[in-house]
Each structure stands twice: as structure tokens, then as C-alpha cells.
Nanobody, 114 residues
Framework: VQLVESGGGLVQPGGSLRLSCAASGFTFSRYVMSWYRQAPGKEREKVAH?????????NYANSVKGRFTISRDNAKNTVFLQMNSLKPEDTAVYYCHAEFSDYWGQGTQVTVSS
């Protein structure tokens, strides 16, 4: 089983990034997929999740609602996180996770700074 995140980096406040998480080794379409983040000195928090199947119903943390969008492509076993209007407080390591499993990615660093 592998979850491999990509797309992190350094961006100025107000900018955008798109994270990707490529999954392999399990039946991706059957899992609720989530993005979490962990800032230095803070606990890991859930940012968003998207249900399994093709309907695409998602839920978001209040701190990112209206700015972030989670999506998935079951044909490509990939989940995405589009992040717009980024703020310095969004700085963290972002992880993808298959809910109700032990499957986690290695994380990708997002830094929002001028």
C-alpha cells in the first residue's frame, strides 16, 4: 500500500497550490479519502474528506471552508486538494489518509509566507 503526496511548496499569502495524492495497493474507490495537516507544535487536524464512490460529497474544516476543494479521480486512484487564498496559518505538512485504515502518506510541506 502506498499513498504518495506531491504539489507542496512555498507560496505567498493569497496564492494557490494543488496537492495530489496517488494511491496504490488497495481498492481506492471504496475508501473515504481525507487530507490532514500538522503545523509545528500542533496536533494533526483533518482538513477535508470526500466520500467513496463517484458522487463526490465532501466536508471541510471551518478554517478552510470556501478556500479549499477536495476532489478525487477514481480512474487514476488519486485524490486532490485545491488550496486557494492561502494564509500563513495554512503552513503545515499535509497528509492524505484512507479513512478507517492505517494508510497514510509521507506528507508534503506547504509554506505560506511573503
Amino acid at each position: 500500500v502506498q499513498l504518495v503526496e506531491s504539489g507542496g511548496g512555498l507560496v505567498q499569502p493569497g496564492g494557490s497550490l494543488r496537492l495530489s495524492c496517488a494511491a496504490s495497493g488497495f481498492t481506492f474507490s471504496r475508501y473515504v479519502m481525507s487530507w490532514y495537516r500538522q503545523a509545528p507544535g500542533k496536533e494533526r487536524e483533518k482538513v477535508a474528506h470526500i466520500i467513496n464512490g463517484s458522487v463526490g460529497i465532501a466536508n471541510y474544516a471551518n478554517s478552510v471552508k470556501g478556500r479549499f476543494t477536495i476532489s478525487r479521480d477514481n480512474a487514476k486512484n488519486t485524490v486532490f486538494l485545491q488550496m486557494n487564498s492561502l494564509k500563513p496559518e495554512d503552513t503545515a505538512v499535509y497528509y492524505c489518509h484512507a479513512e478507517f485504515s492505517d494508510y497514510w502518506g509521507q506528507g508534503t510541506q506547504v509554506t505560506v509566507s511573503s
